[in-house]
């Protein structure tokens, strides 16, 4: 990012419009600005204080003009003290930022803040971070404690493994902002900020550390490249990747059947589940009901999403926000929390299955298409699913 805005400040000479030292909204500008405010407020406060002060010394006795004076000089000294004294405060730049954030989404919200400077670009102090759950709100001061031009790099980070990034300027004085997290789009006071799905820029709250920095950024070794298998039929007993792990909760296992381990549904992947007893795909329509008569649309692919926990989660690429849920006794389709928990098992070479955590209910179909009731599905054909990755 360039070292200031390179748009100009109204009310400023146009030979002071340009280089970072009177950026807009900089602390130096906002000097300026407060000096050319006081050429015009100062004969307009001294004329009506001049006429009381000369009032005043008339009315008073001859033996007391002189306290009068006297008192005069020290009372002013003290104001000139003061207002010196609060212009070095706010001079060296401490101020608070307010960020009123209010999450309408479904997923809960990690919040961080790191305040920069530029010039070089270094944080400053702690990262400043708030958490927000669903439907929830609160209130994250972000403060400066230096002159200069601060900024402050942004990051929200969803429960359901989106995020949004956004490097705003940090004002040197106290000023409040609203910050709403939509399904759609992170609005900063009605600037709209998109939400991306992965792992957010690795270098966006640690500049680098070099005073060059590399226009790439630097490959990750071999062992912490995440493991993506190939398009094709799902295979459980493929090598797993160097440093991953099953989920930190696995799900007991089912009687007879063996887990699938979490590094072999990597997160991110996208896969369908052909059902054996329809022939058909599962999928969630439109109206968030979920059959296994799909074809090879998006509406029958499925992107593995664990949750913050690291249970399986199985994301509709249609519909991001519905995921495939078991609540209340019925397959449906949820917006991500504990109903959306399953836990995936092998039940014969190729053909796997879908539980609870607790593993009293499964995903499963009747020849019709129709999702059947999952207390009453065991590890029959209704049960029964081919995995493909896409």
Request: charged content about 15%.
């Amino acid at each position: 990012m360039a070292a200031h805005d390179p748009k100009p400040s109204a009310g400023l000479h146009p030979n002071l419009r340009e280089g970072p030292y009177y950026a807009p909204g900089s602390q130096n500008e906002r000097g300026l600005w407060r000096s050319k405010q006081w050429i015009y407020l100062g004969p307009v406060i001294a004329a009506p204080m001049t006429h009381i002060c000369v009032t005043l010394y008339r009315k008073t006795p001859p033996n007391r003009r002189k306290l009068m004076i006297w008192g005069g000089i020290v009372g002013t000294t003290v104001l000139a003290v003061a207002n010196r004294l609060f212009l070095m405060h706010h001079s060296m730049g401490n101020a608070t930022t307010t960020l009123n954030v209010v999450n309408s989404t479904a997923w809960q919200a990690t919040i961080t803040g790191q305040t920069v400077s530029i010039n070089p670009d270094t944080p400053l102090g702690p990262p400043h971070v708030a958490t927000v759950p669903p439907g929830g709100q609160t209130v994250m001061k972000i403060e400066r404690h230096q002159p200069g031009d601060v900024r402050c790099n942004l990051l929200i980070n969803f429960s359901n493994g989106s995020y949004s990034t956004k490097r705003m300027n940090v004002k040197p004085e106290d000023v409040t902002r609203t910050l709403q997290l939509t399904n759609s789009a992170v609005i900063l006071d009605g600037e709209s900020i998109p939400i991306e799905r992965g792992n957010p820029p690795a270098h966006h709250h640690h500049p680098h550390p070099h005073p060059h920095p590399h226009p790439h950024p630097h490959p990750q070794p071999p062992h912490h490249q995440p493991h993506m298998p190939p398009p094709g039929p799902f295979n459980p007993v493929a090598p797993p990747a160097h440093g991953h792990h099953p989920h930190p909760h696995p799900a007991p296992p089912a009687h007879g059947l063996t887990p699938v381990s979490a590094h072999m549904l990597p997160r991110g992947r996208r896969i369908r589940l052909t059902s054996v007893i329809t022939g058909q795909n599962m999928r969630i329509k439109k109206d968030h009901t979920v059959d296994a008569r799909g074809g090879m649309g998006q509406f029958a692919t499925f992107e593995i999403d664990p949750s913050p926990e690291g249970f399986l989660r199985l994301r509709n690429v249609a519909d991001p926000s519905r995921y495939l849920a078991i609540k209340n006794d019925q397959l449906t389709s949820g917006t991500g929390g504990k109903f959306c928990h399953l836990a995936a098992f092998t039940i014969s070479p190729g053909i796997y299955c879908l539980k609870t955590l607790e593993g009293n209910e499964t995903v499963g179909f009747n020849q019709d298409g129709a999702p059947a009731e999952p207390r009453h599905v065991k590890n029959g054909p209704r049960a029964q699913f081919r995995i493909e990755f896409c």
